[in-house]
């Protein structure tokens, strides 16, 4: 129904199809509907043909007027086929003159003359080879070490400034945590130093540590025997109930990979303390505290905390309070 004919043709049969439509005539409305729709797209087709098509006649006619192109067989413009000999004679000849001022057209001759004498004057254009090669390793030299130096402001700045806003949040946060700090809690910093630890992307990154404020939970045990040998004027000794980590991590590399903690028992073989070791990624090392060893609590009731939110990862965590039995 559409094959063939012109945007204007398509004009007449989309108002026609339209008035058919409106005036009622029309039985299977889906059906005309559907149909205006193709004929959306050929009308677009066919604009853009004649529009190409007239381009085409414009650019023509340009050429044609220049003579630079003939008409094919399928009406459209072909290049003129040239002979290679005739291009050969219509290009000018070299303009090399020999020693004797005689002029050679044959092949090699637009190589420059080598000179054997050089007058006084010319004399300071000409630069031996090695010494030229020197003077450009030189220039690149200091090329390489200019772009080096800002390189390395830009990172000092760079640094500088990751420092600032790290030292800002860490601010912030710390004074948040101890105004929410609980009864009974001191800070905690017994860090242990992970000695040999090598990392693969030290050569890519510059490794820190991160920033910290920790706190550990103490308090007295009522259990059946301190109540049997201890009362609130004579208390028992305190004991660690749990602890409170947050961990900064503001400039991570990839920020879609929480850090993450490990338990490990102690390298000194103290059965009572174990070892609990975060670890981040690029570009922060991993960072190792000594805990009591004593079973978790997991319960979110009771303190249990395990969040990684702007930068920052918080573990809270409280230990399980058995009853004495005698």
């Not at 129904?1 to 204007?8: A, C, D, L, W």
């Not at 299977?28 to 959306?40: F, M, S």
């Not at 109540?227 to 980590?245: A, I, L, R, S, W």
């Not at 609590?297 to 309070?321: A, P, Q, V």
């Amino acid at each position: 129904m559409f094959t063939g004919k012109s945007h204007s043709e398509l004009e007449d049969l989309n108002r026609q199809i339209k008035g058919h439509i409106e005036n009622g005539h029309a039985a299977d409305i889906e059906y005309w509907e559907n149909l205006l729709k193709h004929l959306q797209i050929h009308k677009a087709k066919s604009k853009l043909r004649e529009i190409h098509q007239d381009l085409l006649q414009k650019r023509l006619r340009k050429l044609t007027e220049n003579g630079d192109d003939v008409m094919g067989d399928d009406g459209e413009a072909v290049a003129p086929i040239r002979n290679e000999d005739e291009d050969r004679k219509a290009m000018p000849p070299p303009q090399s003159v020999d020693a004797a001022g005689v002029r050679d057209d044959e092949d090699g001759d637009w190589s420059p003359l080598l000179m054997q004498q050089i007058s006084d004057d010319e004399q300071e254009l000409v630069e031996e080879e090695v010494a030229d090669m020197n003077e450009l390793h030189a220039l690149r030299q200091a090329v390489l070490a200019q772009e080096a130096s800002q390189m390395d402001g830009t990172l000092g700045e760079e640094l500088s400034k990751t420092s600032e806003a790290e030292d800002v949040l860490f601010a912030k946060e710390a004074a948040k945590l101890k105004d929410d700090s609980e009864d009974g809690e001191i800070q905690f910093a017994d860090e242990i130093s992970l000695t040999g630890e090598t990392y693969l992307w030290h050569d890519k990154y510059r490794p820190r540590k991160p920033r910290y404020f920790n706190r550990v939970h103490t308090g007295y045990e009522w259990n059946k025997y301190n109540q049997t040998h201890y009362d609130h004027d004579n208390p028992p000794p305190k004991v660690v109930q749990g602890y409170k980590f947050n961990i900064f991590y503001p400039d991570l590399i990839d920020k879609t990979k929480a850090p993450s903690f490990h338990i490990n028992p102690d390298p000194d073989g103290n059965a009572e303390l174990c070892v609990l070791r975060f670890h981040a990624g690029p570009p922060y090392e991993d960072l190792a505290f000594k805990v009591v060893n004593r079973e978790w609590e997991y319960s979110h009731k009771k303190g249990f905390k395990c969040t990684f939110d702007r930068g920052i990862l918080h573990l809270f965590f409280n230990f399980k309070r058995h009853r004495y039995r005698r």
